[in-house]
């Protein structure tokens, strides 16, 4: 049974208070799954948390769905919005969703979920830094290709990256 993992992560680098506060409950918000197994990843910008977001509820269904798989085990941090998310998700999807927290304070059973963010963000950061250079623009999370460059940048990381059992590229 395939162990995937997902996380939310705040994308952004703002200066002001006001502005930061207003990321992290919109556009700034992203939610990384991370497929242990095969090393597939998708990251999506979500407008809000939780099962209120049809498009994130969409893209989960889309990524299990073509993992190829009919069983997963899905492990959040227990957050109370990423799981009323899993949850819609479980009542939607084809596949068998068995779910699980980690351990509270266990930063060890979270070592998967942080590290496919941590790449993510790394990658976002690189997409985005080349666009400003290249176009002589400011890219910030409430950019309307952000979303794009979140997605696309889960997208490369799973193509191109050496993960899987077999540590070779897709």
Request: net charge positive; glycine share 8%.
């Amino acid at each position: 049974v395939n162990l995937v993992v997902a996380f939310y992560c705040y994308s952004g680098n703002s200066v002001s208070m006001k502005e930061t506060e207003r990321l992290i409950d919109g556009p700034g918000t992203v939610m990384v799954i991370f497929d242990t197994y095969t090393g597939a990843m998708m990251s999506c910008q979500v407008s809000t948390k939780g099962r209120k977001d049809v498009f994130a509820q969409a893209a989960v269904k889309g990524f299990l769905g073509a993992l190829g798989t009919k069983k997963i085990t899905l492990q959040t941090d227990g957050e109370p919005s990423l799981k009323d998310l899993m949850h819609a998700v479980r009542e939607k999807s084809p596949v068998e969703i068995l779910y699980r927290n980690s351990p509270v304070g266990d930063s060890q059973s979270n070592g998967a979920a942080e590290n496919a963010v941590e790449k993510c963000e790394c990658q976002v950061r690189a997409m985005t830094r080349q666009l400003e250079s290249r176009y002589k623009v400011d890219l910030s999370p409430s950019s309307w290709i952000f979303p794009w460059i979140v997605r696309h940048a889960s997208w490369v990381l799973t193509r191109f990256n050496t993960h899987g059992p077999l540590k070779r590229s897709s």
